[in-house]
């Protein structure tokens, strides 16, 4: 029997690259992988990869990983807020921009609660704080933030293609 960490990190590769929308389904692909789990113990796994559903653009549901799958990553708090954010890369983003004291960050159906939670757990002292709707997420910027510092705190964090956006 393969260890839990090793399992878990399975768990963090099929859910991030296929969609699953059941732990039935979860324990089939674990199977295959060689990992035979029981519900409960699937069900605690889940649990401390902070995994969670989401509704998908076709009303179905999924599991996406929370924290970006901090598992395996380690715990991000107090690390610098730069380069605390670089390894994130959030792929589901569709657009960003910075209007007044907002980031306004676009993403597909299901991802911006995710996509707020990594960024209140950067802790950094340039975000105030966040909102996230079911595809755009708000970050209320510090009072006195450093627009080159945003920019570069949220380059780090979004996709390539927004950089231009972030001006």
């Known amino acids: 029997m393969k ?5 878990l990190a399975e768990i963090i590769d099929i859910i991030s690259h296929q969609v699953i929308g059941s732990q039935e389904e979860l324990s089939k692909q674990l199977a295959i ?5 029981t519900q409960a113990t699937l069900s605690r796994d889940l649990k401390s990869i902070k995994a969670t559903k989401i509704s998908t653009d076709k009303g179905m549901y999924r599991y996406i990983v929370g924290d970006s799958g901090s598992f395996h990553r380690g715990n991000r708090r107090g690390r610098q ?3 605390g954010a670089s390894h994130l890369q959030h792929s589901s983003v569709i657009s960003a921009s910075i209007t007044g004291n907002l980031v306004v960050v676009k993403t597909r159906n ?3 609660q995710g996509l707020a939670y990594d960024i209140d757990t950067l802790d950094s002292p340039l975000i105030a704080g966040t909102i996230s709707g079911a595809d ?8 006195g933030a450093d627009r080159a510092d945003v920019i570069e705190l949220f380059r780090a964090l979004l996709p390539p293609h927004t950089h231009n956006s972030l001006k």
């Open 3 to 7: 260890n839990r960490n090793t399992r």
């Open 33 to 37: 992988r060689g990992h035979i789990v």
């Open 81 to 83: 807020y730069a380069t």
């Open 110 to 112: 299901g991802y911006a």
């Open 136 to 143: 755009t997420v708000f970050a209320a910027l510090a009072e």
